[in-house]
């Protein structure tokens, strides 16, 4: 009986063993194309077209870096590029800032510390326009929190940093921080989870104080975390579109832009192809440029560890 | 006809110079046991994988009872293989981890539900049938990972050391149930394993690996008695032999060794030895059983012929049913085993009597046996 | 006396952490109050007072804005999180345990994708559906969420699956299991909460997207972030602020809801895939 269950093989399962053999790469194809063409030959395609003068239509003229002049003569990026840099500047330093901060009391055995943690994690389920429209709405001049201080008894507040073309920025970073701190403050509380809770007793048979144990042990302990929050952070940072669209939509004039907001309007409503595709390309000079260094020390330290 | 045969296999990762398999040739009878042995990176668990087919050999081949299947897919080898994390798919109950080979190869339902009940009740888990893996002890999983293998009655078993996650009072029982399955149902068997008791005690014939080739192959008393090499005197054999550095002396009529202790000196007949090694230095092996203590044996002058050499007992070690003795020989720590109401106290010295016929000799540098 | 510094230490933290709740809290209770005001009242309190009369207008007016955009994100959502979570399952399982020569090369330049600024294929990915016919369509939505959330998808799969011992494929095939059988009756079981994980990824990502419904939507096709956007910075008339929140809360729901009922896994998502990435 189990002689003859051997005796045909390959026949019994339906598919030809070549077949069997082949699938792993065929599962994989349908991606592979994708990756090599939606990502890689679009930024491709996108830097060529950052080499030619498309307008509303791409025209495929070679231009030299007749665009890449344009825009680095043109005012409004460079207001973009300072308003990132502001923005980036703050939004990042203030979540670690947070971050930290919270992660460090939470981490003090504190009851009901699951209920708490939701509450400051909830605002990165929000879409960034829900977040935007939400606190265009708190900040708005004369009936936000203007009026809300006033009427409890502030009499001379003002708060119209959103109409305030040099101030609208900071709008954009309360906002930002408003919903990003909370999961900063949940990364380092999961590193802080981490650290060997024997390291901490051992300092304070030492005779150290808790927040010299802190300083001085765990977060030092805590610097991959620091390093992957300040990606993630800066990566929020220079794709910010959702916010600013909702917000201020760049404005007052473009005093808020940022660069996401640069490119798509001169892409998309002002018949700027080339110029826009210049932008993203210089977007992902950027990306690249905190990128690369840190994929570097991961590999090393993984080949390394 | 041979239960498994494997014609020069060799299996080479990426370039030439990562050679896992350096040229396996085996071969067992139908319804043997094979144990692969050999300390870890020896390539026993790629001539395993290979085996099963999991993995592909880069030259050779392998027969199965004598059909070649070196081209075959795993599946279609009629093999079962038991493994060292039992491997038991955690989502499905014991009853459906037993029977998935057989559903997968579309068995009738009824012959399922027998073998299911012939398979559990040769291993004694019937009440667990319904359980999921995560449910079971350490050494109820092993049992069904047995089970699963023994449901598709394979015509060849693979072992990959199934008993190593199991703690050591388990691991004795389970040997003793492997050995009576195996004298049962007679089907051929390949074992591997890092533990030179379990290889020692399960197989009717022993390939000790190291560095992808086998190094010795036969049963397991010639393995034990006639070691081929330092390699394998050493890895088989608990304690370990002793390997004690002696010059050799004496002339063609009779070559002899020396050993001296802080208690005296010995010259022990090496009647195997080759003459033109006379002047050279040699390793002497001797397992810790072949040396006898001469009850309470007194020194008679300072140098002994034949077998007994004057010895200082250093340590003392009872193990339960027998006790470790240490010494000094030529400098080296030496070991015997007595049992243990002959056990001197540390400190006696006495006369130690090595057995000349059963000691074996080793080239120090190539580890290749003398004699 | 330490034992009353440490009690006062202990209240100082505990009031710290609450007054920072409350924070966090405010917009979502200032947009809740704001919603359930009349235009008038709106004007007459300010953003703390409660509801002079407690009134549904502005959601009622909301919903009849918003309603088929509304349902247009779903009709994006749902089939985009399906499919990319499928391909990614599948992708992590050979990715993992049927890696061949160049499948890491390929994982590498794909994780690359969960990095780039969106920016850079907007302009090629909008010429691309428009050739097909699909632009301003959810289909294309459909397609270009699936396109680039396979990225994390296949990255959350294969670390995970990575962490299931070959053993388990190595019995299957033993067992007479090919590649599917493999994967549909034993991997994918076993894969309860990575597909959680995912699932709760993609829905946030895809519901939450507005730089992809802007671009490539408008009009009928766009999703609901759009359409709050385009509600609440018109200029025309007056501003009705209670209908602005309605619609944000409208808009918001869906992934505060998914984010109470299984925040464990947006959390696990969050922190893993993003760190290990």
């Given at each position: 009986m189990q002689r003859m269950m051997h005796a045909t093989p390959a026949s019994r399962t339906g598919m030809p063993d070549r077949l069997q053999r082949l699938l792993p790469r065929l599962v994989l194809a349908p991606t592979a194309v994708i990756t090599l063409v939606c990502l890689y030959g679009y930024m491709i395609w996108t830097a060529v077209i950052s080499f030619t003068n498309s307008r509303f239509l791409p025209v495929y003229n070679f231009a030299g870096f007749a665009q890449y002049e344009r825009l680095l003569n043109n005012d409004r990026w460079w207001v973009a590029c300072q308003n990132l840099a502001i923005f980036g500047g703050l939004f990042v330093g203030t979540c670690l800032l947070i971050g930290v901060i919270f992660a460090i009391l939470l981490d003090?055995?504190?009851?009901r510390e699951g209920f708490i943690r939701t509450i400051y994690l909830y605002p990165m389920a929000l879409s960034m326009i829900v977040t935007g429209t939400a606190w265009k709405w708190l900040l708005n001049p004369g009936l936000g929190l203007d009026k809300l201080l006033r009427d409890w008894g502030w009499e001379g507040f003002r708060f119209d940093w959103l109409v305030d073309p040099d101030r609208a920025i900071y709008c954009l970073v309360i906002a930002a921080i408003w919903q990003a701190s909370g999961f900063v403050m949940a990364l380092f509380l999961a590193g802080l989870r981490g650290v060997d809770g024997s390291i901490i007793r051992a300092a304070q048979v030492d005779g150290a104080s808790l927040p010299t144990i802190y300083w001085r042990i765990v977060l030092p302990c805590l610097r991959p975390v620091l390093f992957s929050a300040v990606m993630i952070l800066a990566h929020i940072a220079i794709k910010s579109f959702d916010l600013v669209m909702a917000m201020t939509a760049g404005g007052p004039g473009y005093a808020s832009d940022l660069p996401a907001v640069f490119m798509y309007q001169h892409t998309f409503t002002r018949g700027q192809m080339g110029l826009g595709s210049a932008s993203a390309v210089l977007m992902l000079g950027a990306v690249l440029a905190v990128l690369v260094p840190y994929l570097y020390s991961e590999l090393r330290s993984k080949r390394h560890g | 006809m041979a239960g498994l045969e494997l014609r020069g296999v060799r299996k080479t990762y990426g370039s030439a110079s990562l050679e896992t398999l350096k040229g396996i040739d085996l071969k067992v009878e139908e319804g043997q046991f094979l144990i692969l042995v050999g300390?870890?990176?020896?390539?026993k668990s790629t001539l395993m994988n290979a085996i099963a087919g999991l993995e592909s050999i880069t030259a050779g081949s392998i027969l199965i009872d004598g059909q070649?299947?070196?081209?075959?897919e795993p599946k279609d080898r009629d093999i079962a293989m038991v493994f060292q994390s039992y491997a038991?798919?955690?989502?499905?109950?014991v009853r459906e981890n037993i029977s998935f080979g057989l559903r997968i190869r579309k068995t009738p339902v009824e012959r399922i539900d027998e073998e299911v009940a012939r398979v559990a009740a040769l291993l004694q888990i019937e009440p667990l049938l319904?359980?999921?893996?995560?449910?079971?002890s350490g050494g109820q999983q092993q049992r069904v990972a047995m089970g699963r293998a023994l449901?598709?009655?394979?015509?060849l078993y693979l072992f990959d050391e199934p008993l190593s996650n199991l703690d050591a009072k388990l691991r004795v029982e389970m040997r003793t149930e492997i050995k009576l399955m195996h004298q049962r149902l007679k089907t051929t068997t390949v074992y591997v394993t890092h533990d030179q008791v379990e290889a020692m005690t399960l197989g009717d014939c022993v390939a000790v690996m190291k560095d992808g080739e086998v190094q010795q192959f036969g049963t397991p008393e010639t393995i034990y008695k006639n070691p081929r090499n330092l390699f394998v005197a050493s890895f088989i054999g608990s304690p370990p032999m002793n390997f004690v550095p002696v010059s050799v002396a004496g002339n063609a009529q009779r070559v002899s060794v020396r050993l001296n202790s802080d208690e005296g000196t010995a010259v022990i007949d090496a009647p195997g030895l080759d003459p033109a090694l006379i002047g050279r230095t040699v390793l002497l092996g001797i397992r810790p059983e072949q040396i006898a203590l001469n009850a309470h044996g007194e020194r008679s002058g300072q140098e002994h012929d034949g077998a007994g050499v004057p010895t200082r007992v250093l340590v003392v070690e009872p193990t339960g049913p027998d006790t470790l003795l240490y010494a000094e020989w030529n400098g080296i720590k030496v070991c015997c085993r007595v049992a243990p109401d002959q056990a001197p106290a540390a400190g006696t010295a006495s006369i130690w009597t090595i057995d000349a016929r059963r000691a074996v000799y080793f080239d120090p540098e190539s580890g290749e046996r003398l004699a | 006396m330490a034992d009353t510094r440490r009690m006062l230490n202990r209240v100082a933290i505990h009031g710290i952490l609450l007054a920072a709740c409350a924070v966090y809290l405010v917009p979502l209770l200032v947009m809740l109050l704001t919603s359930f005001k009349s235009p008038e009242d709106v004007r007459a309190g300010n953003l703390m007072t409660l509801p002079v009369e407690w009134t549904v207008i502005g959601w009622l007016k909301a919903w009849d804005t918003v309603s088929g955009y509304f349902w247009n994100s779903f009709m994006i959502t749902v089939p985009a999180v399906l499919i990319s979570t499928l391909i990614g399952a599948l992708n992590g399982y050979v990715l993992s345990k049927w890696a061949f020569r160049g499948s890491n090369l390929l994982f590498s330049l794909l994780l690359f994708g969960c990095f780039i600024p969106f920016q850079v294929i907007l302009l090629p990915m909008s010429f691309t559906l428009g050739k097909l016919g699909l632009a301003n369509t959810t289909t294309g939505l459909v397609i270009v969420h699936v396109i680039y959330g396979l990225a994390f998808t296949t990255l959350f799969f294969r670390n995970y699956y990575v962490g299931i011992p070959d053993a388990l494929i190595k019995a299957a095939r033993l067992d007479g299991a090919g590649f599917f059988t493999i994967f549909f009756r034993i991997l994918l079981p076993m894969s309860t909460p990575i597909v959680m994980v995912s699932l709760i990824w993609q829905f946030t990502q895809v519901w939450n997207d507005f730089l992809f419904g802007i671009v490539f939507a408008s009009g009928e096709a766009q999703p609901i972030t759009v359409a709050l956007n385009n509600l609440v910075n018109t200029s025309t008339g007056a501003k009705e602020y209670n209908v602005d929140m309605a619609a944000a809360m409208i808009a918001g729901l869906p992934t505060l809801l998914v984010y109470v009922v299984a925040g464990k896994y947006f959390i696990r998502g969050l922190t893993s895939g993003v760190v290990k990435g």
């Amino acid at each position: 009986m189990q002689r003859m269950m051997h005796a045909t093989p390959a026949s019994r399962t339906g598919m030809p063993d070549r077949l069997q053999r082949l699938l792993p790469r065929l599962v994989l194809a349908p991606t592979a194309v994708i990756t090599l063409v939606c990502l890689y030959g679009y930024m491709i395609w996108t830097a060529v077209i950052s080499f030619t003068n498309s307008r509303f239509l791409p025209v495929y003229n070679f231009a030299g870096f007749a665009q890449y002049e344009r825009l680095l003569n043109n005012d409004r990026w460079w207001v973009a590029c300072q308003n990132l840099a502001i923005f980036g500047g703050l939004f990042v330093g203030t979540c670690l800032l947070i971050g930290v901060i919270f992660a460090i009391l939470l981490d003090q055995r504190i009851r009901r510390e699951g209920f708490i943690r939701t509450i400051y994690l909830y605002p990165m389920a929000l879409s960034m326009i829900v977040t935007g429209t939400a606190w265009k709405w708190l900040l708005n001049p004369g009936l936000g929190l203007d009026k809300l201080l006033r009427d409890w008894g502030w009499e001379g507040f003002r708060f119209d940093w959103l109409v305030d073309p040099d101030r609208a920025i900071y709008c954009l970073v309360i906002a930002a921080i408003w919903q990003a701190s909370g999961f900063v403050m949940a990364l380092f509380l999961a590193g802080l989870r981490g650290v060997d809770g024997s390291i901490i007793r051992a300092a304070q048979v030492d005779g150290a104080s808790l927040p010299t144990i802190y300083w001085r042990i765990v977060l030092p302990c805590l610097r991959p975390v620091l390093f992957s929050a300040v990606m993630i952070l800066a990566h929020i940072a220079i794709k910010s579109f959702d916010l600013v669209m909702a917000m201020t939509a760049g404005g007052p004039g473009y005093a808020s832009d940022l660069p996401a907001v640069f490119m798509y309007q001169h892409t998309f409503t002002r018949g700027q192809m080339g110029l826009g595709s210049a932008s993203a390309v210089l977007m992902l000079g950027a990306v690249l440029a905190v990128l690369v260094p840190y994929l570097y020390s991961e590999l090393r330290s993984k080949r390394h560890g | 006809m041979a239960g498994l045969e494997l014609r020069g296999v060799r299996k080479t990762y990426g370039s030439a110079s990562l050679e896992t398999l350096k040229g396996i040739d085996l071969k067992v009878e139908e319804g043997q046991f094979l144990i692969l042995v050999g300390p870890s990176g020896c390539g026993k668990s790629t001539l395993m994988n290979a085996i099963a087919g999991l993995e592909s050999i880069t030259a050779g081949s392998i027969l199965i009872d004598g059909q070649d299947v070196t081209d075959v897919e795993p599946k279609d080898r009629d093999i079962a293989m038991v493994f060292q994390s039992y491997a038991l798919y955690p989502t499905m109950t014991v009853r459906e981890n037993i029977s998935f080979g057989l559903r997968i190869r579309k068995t009738p339902v009824e012959r399922i539900d027998e073998e299911v009940a012939r398979v559990a009740a040769l291993l004694q888990i019937e009440p667990l049938l319904e359980r999921k893996p995560a449910q079971l002890s350490g050494g109820q999983q092993q049992r069904v990972a047995m089970g699963r293998a023994l449901a598709r009655r394979p015509r060849l078993y693979l072992f990959d050391e199934p008993l190593s996650n199991l703690d050591a009072k388990l691991r004795v029982e389970m040997r003793t149930e492997i050995k009576l399955m195996h004298q049962r149902l007679k089907t051929t068997t390949v074992y591997v394993t890092h533990d030179q008791v379990e290889a020692m005690t399960l197989g009717d014939c022993v390939a000790v690996m190291k560095d992808g080739e086998v190094q010795q192959f036969g049963t397991p008393e010639t393995i034990y008695k006639n070691p081929r090499n330092l390699f394998v005197a050493s890895f088989i054999g608990s304690p370990p032999m002793n390997f004690v550095p002696v010059s050799v002396a004496g002339n063609a009529q009779r070559v002899s060794v020396r050993l001296n202790s802080d208690e005296g000196t010995a010259v022990i007949d090496a009647p195997g030895l080759d003459p033109a090694l006379i002047g050279r230095t040699v390793l002497l092996g001797i397992r810790p059983e072949q040396i006898a203590l001469n009850a309470h044996g007194e020194r008679s002058g300072q140098e002994h012929d034949g077998a007994g050499v004057p010895t200082r007992v250093l340590v003392v070690e009872p193990t339960g049913p027998d006790t470790l003795l240490y010494a000094e020989w030529n400098g080296i720590k030496v070991c015997c085993r007595v049992a243990p109401d002959q056990a001197p106290a540390a400190g006696t010295a006495s006369i130690w009597t090595i057995d000349a016929r059963r000691a074996v000799y080793f080239d120090p540098e190539s580890g290749e046996r003398l004699a | 006396m330490a034992d009353t510094r440490r009690m006062l230490n202990r209240v100082a933290i505990h009031g710290i952490l609450l007054a920072a709740c409350a924070v966090y809290l405010v917009p979502l209770l200032v947009m809740l109050l704001t919603s359930f005001k009349s235009p008038e009242d709106v004007r007459a309190g300010n953003l703390m007072t409660l509801p002079v009369e407690w009134t549904v207008i502005g959601w009622l007016k909301a919903w009849d804005t918003v309603s088929g955009y509304f349902w247009n994100s779903f009709m994006i959502t749902v089939p985009a999180v399906l499919i990319s979570t499928l391909i990614g399952a599948l992708n992590g399982y050979v990715l993992s345990k049927w890696a061949f020569r160049g499948s890491n090369l390929l994982f590498s330049l794909l994780l690359f994708g969960c990095f780039i600024p969106f920016q850079v294929i907007l302009l090629p990915m909008s010429f691309t559906l428009g050739k097909l016919g699909l632009a301003n369509t959810t289909t294309g939505l459909v397609i270009v969420h699936v396109i680039y959330g396979l990225a994390f998808t296949t990255l959350f799969f294969r670390n995970y699956y990575v962490g299931i011992p070959d053993a388990l494929i190595k019995a299957a095939r033993l067992d007479g299991a090919g590649f599917f059988t493999i994967f549909f009756r034993i991997l994918l079981p076993m894969s309860t909460p990575i597909v959680m994980v995912s699932l709760i990824w993609q829905f946030t990502q895809v519901w939450n997207d507005f730089l992809f419904g802007i671009v490539f939507a408008s009009g009928e096709a766009q999703p609901i972030t759009v359409a709050l956007n385009n509600l609440v910075n018109t200029s025309t008339g007056a501003k009705e602020y209670n209908v602005d929140m309605a619609a944000a809360m409208i808009a918001g729901l869906p992934t505060l809801l998914v984010y109470v009922v299984a925040g464990k896994y947006f959390i696990r998502g969050l922190t893993s895939g993003v760190v290990k990435g």
